[in-house]
């Protein structure tokens, strides 16, 4: 796609710094719109890339809920009991072991000060966090030191002191969804939406329900969310199936593939990756889970016969550890996906982490990298670290490990599934203020494109040969940055980047042309703004929409400017400012 040569030289002018080394990169041409129908076709798209924030009407979050409409039968709350066998199981546990002798007397001496006031209480979160605030004496306060807790050993605590929870009939309560009682409609179709494109592939796509598999790789306790996406896509019409599928399966299997006794040594695995005690509280899914390690065959027999496989949110580090083998390879489940999917058979969705770990592969001969941590203003202070992602408990102002800071920015080089080539994924991203952290990333490693994904709000892609068909639904919308025409500038600390961008809401189209290497959109009729207020770039420019002259602010210590061009094209409606605003081929530029 190529720019107004006058227009792209103004803009170039504005970041111009002596003594600095540019690096601009090849284009294509200029891309052509056409006026399509924005119908949706379920049979089109492969993919769904949501960027999180669906907010679903559930017995634990009732806030999403247009009513309450749950029992004592439901799952309302995890509870958690001070009682000396949950404490001696946590005292003998490794992340209590290792802290220093002196924290552990600390640590006990608040455990024991709390037990001896709540002895065996049922205590909400809440009421958890009320009896370490109510906990003072000698040189501890309690407040501090709950807040202070080593992040290893905080979860070791909840997980020990966490209490199975049985309803009337002796078994276990559960998560219930209530997408009937949804209060966000963009949330609920969506979760259709991906159903019906499953629906398409099915062998009796008339009349059978889509097979559906969820998998909760993401989170440190993949049980936890197991409840809610099966009564999730259960309600929205399909025959769903959780698969236990993770990073501890995973390394266990590699353990038997190396004549040792993983499978049985699974609550030792999962421990070692921050997941304890999980037999007592989910004792059929980790049941379930050890039975499909000792028959691997089992977990390729159910990926293929499912028509989707939608991924959860939580850390995306996770979700490609448990698809993927210790050498980085294609695991044999990621592979029947992988074949599946090219076949036509299946589809992917994926939420949040389950979005970006989408990204990879390679796209012009480079490696598309996977992003796993990091805000915008670090990653302009210090550029991309291409490692693990800091723990979450580093403070954003002080080292962690490795030199790094907690708002560091990270990335995996070699990328994650490599579902999606095109372009590095991103999500919650405008509500987030994440559009300098994904510029600056696709500027480090060359990457041409970067796709940001708002809440609420889905990617969905497909492919025929090369050439890709994208399209946006949900209430917010997709900010994509295209550095075909870039500038990099760096010296110092001090970084500039120049290139185009583009913000696609519900209805709207982009197709990618590999012949062309270029991007055809299809702008849609503006719909009702119904995202909220977050997000300082998507409002900055919805509240312009339109605009001929430069929009500049400032982000933290990052100054943004906008140049409309004559090629830049919005989406609006006069003097309707509660419209969403769409637009395609806008200059930017940003320098710290």
Sequence with gaps: MSISAKRFASLILLFALSNIE???ANGSEK?????ESIKLNAKQHQLMLVGGGLKTCSSLSQ???????????????NLYQFSPNRLTALYAAPPF????????????????????RQQDKLLTRTQLRDAFDRTQFQHINGAIFYDEIPAILFDAMLDYLEVAQTDSHGQRKKERVDLANNSNQSALSIYQHFVAMAQSRSPSATHGKAKIAVITASSRDPFESADFYTSVFTQAGADVLWLPLDQS???????EALGLPGCKQLSTVRAHNGSYNREAIYPERTQQQQHFCQHPELMLEQ?????GVFFNGGDQSRTLAALT????????ELTVIKQRLAANLMVVGGTS???AVQSGSVFSGRPVPMISSGTSETAFKRGAFAAAPPPESCASHSPCINGLMGGDLTYRALGGTGLFQLGILDTHFSERDREARLTLLAAQTSSRFGFGVDETTALLVGWQNNDLAMQVIGQGGVFIVDLAHSIYKLQGSKRQVVGMSHYLTHGDKVGYNDKTQSLDFTLAQPQPFEANEDGVWRNTVRQACGATEPLRWQQGDIAIVLMPSEDTHFNHAQQQSNLTCSYHSLPFGMEN
């Design 22 to 24: 540019v690096h601009a």
């Design 31 to 35: 891309e052509t719109k056409t006026q």
């Design 63 to 77: 806030k999403n809920c247009l009513t309450a409409r749950f029992d004592e039968q439901d799952k309302q709350q």
């Design 97 to 116: 072991l290792q802290q220093s002798e002196n924290y552990r007397q600390d640590f006990s001496r608040v455990i024991q000060h709390i037990y001896s």
């Design 249 to 255: 399966y995973q390394q266990a299997r590699a353990l």
């Design 303 to 307: 990926l293929s016969q499912v028509q």
């Design 325 to 332: 083998l210790p050498n980085g390879a294609d695991s044999p």
């Design 353 to 355: 982490a389950g979005t």
